[in-house]
């Protein structure tokens, strides 16, 4: 989820708003797909994955690209309005209730070291780092990763260098777009949710692309584990309710007070 | 001569007779006093927008963390109203109270720009909410703030506060509709002010180029807060009215993103920056929303609800809006205005040729 806002951001210097939405969808299409259909849970994303990557490029193409000139608060708007269609939408089709994915690996368990882990949540955890690594082999090693990353640093340079940047700047898109909704259809997996599911996830991806310094893969990870640890700790010292609380106090706090992420800290503590 | 102009305009007239009619609504009691709540709504949403609008407008900075501002209005008044505050007191004190919120937190966050502005308040909003919530929780495991809650309640959590109903509820009523038309026309003028004036010259400035407006001499920082402060202490005063005329709040009504998202999405659907535009947007907003949440879709086999579809209308616009006429409703009538002059113009020429 974070690793695609970041690339979205990085390439197009958009703030996606759309994502909390396209997550949402993610997981009710899982829903759907595993519910309904009797797909297999874990393998729903390899359906899943491309439809919305075609989705996100139809999405840049047609509707977002109109607005690439504009002032940066324009396509925030427009995101935003995209972002409340899809969620009407699925009122709409689903209603409000809460859905939850429950499937014959949901209470399943295994032993590791003499601890119970659920089947679920590893392999959620698996396929999310391998998504990662498929992205950072992607991004270095291959001419269209390194095309992005060039638009992404310098668009009109990009362009004189040859590349065809409103192409590369639709197949990024495609592909942020693509991970918001492996992003859901996991997270369906193990949470419970309803349309509204994106928003406080939007937010706390927003929190940890911003720990994490806005353009840097690794500072992401790192954000996610000072965002995870921070909230584990207001369990412990305040109260349960209060975790979604620290999430978001912490990101307008980080917003202001470091702007460059863990990383801008760290060079200006150098620099001195 | 001028003033025999105006007199003869028909749009002076036109406006003579609304103004007329909207202040004889609650004595011709149409339909049991539907009429009249939905144009205290009305009233309510348009002091919102205009209110937001000197924020999002002038100055740019879109804010969707305006409904603390309303929610602390609506729990300030409540809160001193069950302690024993006269009632109409609290209307100042919750309009003070939301300022100085602003203040609070607009002070490090107006030096974000832009987009990220805009992240921030989203989250300044939802920690507010999730702050109300669960404030007397906190408060009941403190014994220093204990001293605050009255009958172990301050906040009511998720059950909210109810205030007691008085006895002439009809009278009581139409007295809040006439305060509230007083308070939009207040707020209009406030708006209206600070458009003709120096500050909203900053704050114009502010939005077309911040940097640019430093150089000239404008104090962003100071113009930016002061303009949120001026905002929510009217969004402040609204949630106290409303808190006051349905007698009953909690957290996720008046803390909840959906008023946030409407206090966006009204300005903009009706003219982002101007004057008038705000009031549009807000009248097309209650009025397309009272419709929709009330109205069935029958399509023969099946009965569908339309209150679903409230929000996807209004996303919906806000998508064309921004597409293709980013200047709203008000864009749209100039833009209609100029090719129909020009039709004029046109037909007029032929017919000197001819």
């Known amino acids: 989820m974070s690793y695609g806002l970041t690339l979205i951001y990085g390439v197009m210097k958009i703030v996606n708003l759309a994502h909390a939405g396209v997550m949402m969808w993610g997981a009710y299409f899982a829903f759907v797909l595993i519910t309904r259909l009797g797909g297999n849970p874990f393998l729903a994303p390899i359906v899943i994955v491309p439809v919305f990557f075609v989705f996100g490029m139809f999405l840049q193409r047609y509707i977002v690209r109109r607005v690439m000139g504009a002032p940066p608060i324009s396509s925030l708007l427009l995101l935003f309005g995209v972002w409340l269609i899809m969620q009407n939408i699925s009122y709409l089709i689903f209603s409000g209730d809460t859905k939850a994915i429950t499937t014959k690996y949901t209470l399943l368990t295994f032993q590791l070291a003499g601890i119970p882990v659920s089947v679920n949540r590893m392999v959620v955890f698996i396929v999310g780092i391998l998504a990662l690594l498929a992205l950072r082999q992607f991004l270095g090693h291959t001419y269209m990763g390194k095309a992005i990353r060039a638009t992404a640093q310098d668009s009109d340079a990009s362009k004189l260098a040859g590349i065809n940047t409103s192409r590369i700047t639709e197949i990024a898109f495609g592909i942020g777009i693509a991970l918001a909704s492996l992003a859901g259809s996991l997270m369906a997996l193990i949470f419970a949710f309803d349309p509204d599911f994106g928003r406080s996830h939007l937010l706390k991806g927003f929190c940890i692309v911003v720990l994490g310094g806005l353009e840097s893969m690794i500072g992401v990870a790192l954000g996610a584990l000072v965002l995870a640890l921070a909230e584990a700790l207001s369990v412990l010292w305040l109260m349960p309710a209060m975790q979604d609380f620290v999430s978001f106090a912490l990101l307008v706090i980080v917003l202001i007070v470091m702007p460059g992420g863990m990383k801008g800290l760290v060079d200006r503590f150098f620099s001195k | ?300 086999f099946i009965k569908l609800s339309l209150s679903a579809l409230h929000l996807l209308v209004y996303g919906g616009l806000l998508v064309l809006i921004i597409l293709f006429e980013p200047k709203g409703i008000l864009g749209m009538h100039r833009r209609l205005n100029n090719w129909l002059k020009k039709g004029k113009v046109g037909s007029l020429i032929t017919a000197g040729k001819v």
């Open chain 2, 1 to 300: 001569m001028q003033v025999k102009q105006v007199l003869c305009s028909w749009k002076l007239w036109l406006g003579v007779m609304v103004l007329a009619f909207l202040v004889l609504i609650p004595f011709l009691g149409i339909q049991g006093g539907y009429l009249q709540t939905l144009g205290f709504l009305t009233f309510l949403y348009i002091t919102l927008s205009t209110a937001w609008n000197i924020l999002g407008g002038y100055a740019g900075q879109t804010s969707f963390g305006h409904a603390t501002f309303y929610g602390l209005g609506a729990y300030t008044t409540c809160i001193l109203a069950l302690r024993g505050v006269p009632i109409l007191l609290t209307i100042p004190i919750a309009g003070g109270v939301a300022s100085f919120y602003g203040f609070l937190w607009g002070y490090p966050c107006l030096r974000l720009r832009g987009q990220y502005f805009a992240i921030a308040t989203i989250g300044v909003g939802e920690a507010t909410r999730l702050l109300m919530l669960n404030l007397d929780d906190l408060i009941k495991n403190n014994s220093l703030l204990k001293g605050f809650l009255q009958k172990g309640v301050l906040t009511g959590g998720a059950t909210g506060l109810m205030l007691p109903t008085p006895e002439d509820i009809r009278a009581y009523a139409t007295g809040f509709y006439y305060g509230v038309m007083v308070l939009m026309f207040a707020a209009l003028g406030v708006s209206w002010w600070v458009k003709k004036g120096k500050f909203g010259l900053g704050l114009f400035a502010i939005n077309m180029d911040i940097d640019a407006a430093e150089t000239v001499g404008v104090h962003t920082t100071r113009y930016k807060i002061l303009a949120l402060m001026l905002s929510a202490f009217m969004v402040g005063i609204s949630g106290s009215i409303y808190a006051q005329y349905v007698f009953y709040i909690d957290p996720q009504t008046v803390f909840g993103f959906p008023m946030s998202i409407a206090m966006v999405l009204m300005p903009i659907i009706g003219g982002i920056g101007t004057l008038t535009g705000p009031i549009l947007g807000a009248v097309v907003y209650i009025v397309v929303q009272d419709r929709i949440l009330t109205a069935n879709l029958n399509l023969g």
